[in-house]
């Protein structure tokens, strides 16, 4: 027995109820829309305020043909290679031949911020971003959705790519990935900064690998600092005071909730700051307020760890030895600095209690890249 909406086949997950049997590992997914199932005549022309560099551009073509192909492909590409716009050029491919293209995410906030993206440069295609608080439409010429709501689309698209398939909560979870197979009937295209050894061992997959960024300069490599608490928040303090003095914008992530809410509490009182976890409601408003300069100082959980493009923002990790933030996470959140071709570069500091693997793995992984 298997279940056709996320491909369970472990018994222990079936029941019989009275209307036939029902698998409970996927029961919480139900309620698929009406789907259009017709493919549209569509304009899949876009339009880029800038040109891909030769190397980007060299692998736009490579994924295109693969997919064309029907192969799929892992895209490992550093944070702020420019991944998203690597992939216009196989998406309107994809569309030219009446293909359906779907672009799933784990998260929430990123899938708001890539279909606005795709947006932009399809400019006359209907892009529609479906997540939490977003699902009355569900129906498009492009379709933008967290992993969650791919149930909504079985065996829909032709191609579907999975952007950041090693980020909580997608990685390591059966029924979403169960979910995300059946939902597409050809290739699939892994893009991520940080694939895990599941990916990167996968003989099935093409693999491409772009270690630079558009503008050319290094990735930003983390300074670490290793000392108990107190020493940390005298350092960290006077790290802080230094970038806003430059009027620098920094991001400060933190190890959990109530971490944050302290010190938001206590620094609100001397910074012009902000503050989000998974729970703040305004979050979408916060973070555009964020970028457009309302604020000196973020203060996060993890949440903003990926995905996120903020100009000129510096970054610091309260206790990067946390075991809250692995290798991947924290050079996801070292990649926040230093995207914006305008401002290239930036600061990056980690503060811990002991020396840990992950921070040193992340270093490492880094100075390679940047070697390469
Ligand atoms: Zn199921």
């Known amino acids: 027995m298997r279940c056709s909406r996320c491909l369970n086949t472990d018994e222990k997950f079936f029941y019989r109820g009275s209307n036939g049997w029902y698998c409970r590992k996927c029961v919480k997914f139900q309620g698929e829309d009406e789907l259009d199932q017709q493919t549209n005549e569509v304009d899949p022309e876009y339009y880029l305020n800038f040109s891909l560099t030769n190397k980007q551009a060299e692998i736009s073509h490579q994924l295109t043909k693969h997919v ?163 020493f940390l928040i005298f350092k960290g303090a006077l790290w802080l005071m230094e970038e806003l003095k430059q ?39 916060v973070i555009k307020d964020f970028k457009n300069d309302k604020y000196d100082l973020c203060i996060s959980t993890s949440v903003l760890e990926r995905g996120i493009t903020i100009s000129n923002v510096q970054v610091l990790v309260w206790l990067a030895d946390s075991g809250v933030f692995d290798e991947a996470a924290l050079t996801q959140i070292a990649g926040r600095v230093g995207r914006n071709k305008n401002y290239p570069d930036g600061e990056c500091l980690f503060l811990c209690n002991s020396r840990q693997r992950s921070v040193e793995h992340c270093i490492e992984s880094i100075v390679r890249a940047n070697n390469d």
Do not use: W
């Open 68 to 230: 064309r192909e029907g192969q799929s492909v892992l895209l490992e590409a550093v944070c702020g290679a420019g991944k998203t716009e690597i992939i216009f050029e196989m998406i309107a491919d994809n569309l030219r031949n009446g293909k359906k293209v779907g672009i799933s995410i784990a998260r929430r906030q990123v899938v708001l911020e890539i279909a606005e993206r795709l947006q932009a440069a399809f400019k006359n295609l209907k892009v529609v971003a479906v997540c939490q608080g977003h699902t009355k439409d569900v129906n498009g010429d492009l379709i933008v959705c967290t992993t969650h709501q791919l149930y909504r689309y079985r065996q829909y698209f032709d191609t579907l790519v999975i952007d950041e398939p090693d980020a909580f909560p997608f990685k390591g979870n059966s029924t979403l990935q169960g979910i995300a197979k059946n939902s597409c009937r050809g290739a699939f295209v892994y893009l991520t900064a940080t694939p895990d050894d599941e990916l990167k061992n996968n003989k099935s997959l093409k693999k491409l690998y772009l270690s630079k960024r558009p503008h050319g300069h290094d990735l930003c490599v983390p300074d670490v600092l290793i000392g108990p608490k107190l």
């Open 247 to 285: 009027h620098k914008k920094v991001l400060l992530f933190v190890p959990n909730k109530k971490t944050g809410r302290n010190l938001y509490q206590l620094m609100k009182i001397f910074i012009n700051c902000c503050h989000i976890d998974s729970e703040s409601e305004d979050r979408d408003r």
